[in-house]
């Protein structure tokens, strides 16, 4: 009898411990899914900064070259740029949906994604 109660109290102690385990996970989850999301969020407000740069860039080349100032590999260069700029504001809005959605799953709560969107 007593090495029964004390098999189920070694067993207690082990899924006390495992669900602490799983508690630090989840905080450390939320944690970085905090951090991932405020990251997120500074990158999405200077992501219209950048476009905006990018955008006077290639104006300013194309009147350059247009006055026959700048070769068409500056043009080339700048319209590069300006594809990088609008493919990174692309690709940041995608990495703050997913931050937010790594948050909201850290939390378990998914409500926020169920809220119906009001202009």
């Not at 247009?66 to 070769?71: E, F």
């Not at 809005?93 to 850290?106: G, K, P, R, S």
Request: aromatic share 8%; no cysteine.
């Amino acid at each position: 009898m007593q090495a029964q109660a004390q098999a189920e109290n070694l067993r207690t102690q082990g899924l006390q411990a495992e669900y602490r385990q799983q508690q630090l996970e989840l905080s450390n989850q939320a944690t970085l899914a905090q951090q991932r999301r405020q990251l997120a969020a500074e990158r999405a407000r200077q992501a219209p900064l950048q476009l905006t740069a990018a955008r006077q860039a290639y104006r300013q080349k194309l009147a350059l070259y247009n006055a026959g100032l700048a070769t068409v590999v500056d043009l080339t260069q700048a319209l590069y740029g300006l594809q990088q700029a609008e493919q990174d504001q692309v690709l940041t809005a995608n990495a703050a949906w997913q931050a937010l959605l790594a948050q909201t799953a850290a939390a378990g709560d998914f409500s926020f994604f169920f809220t119906p969107v009001t202009p």
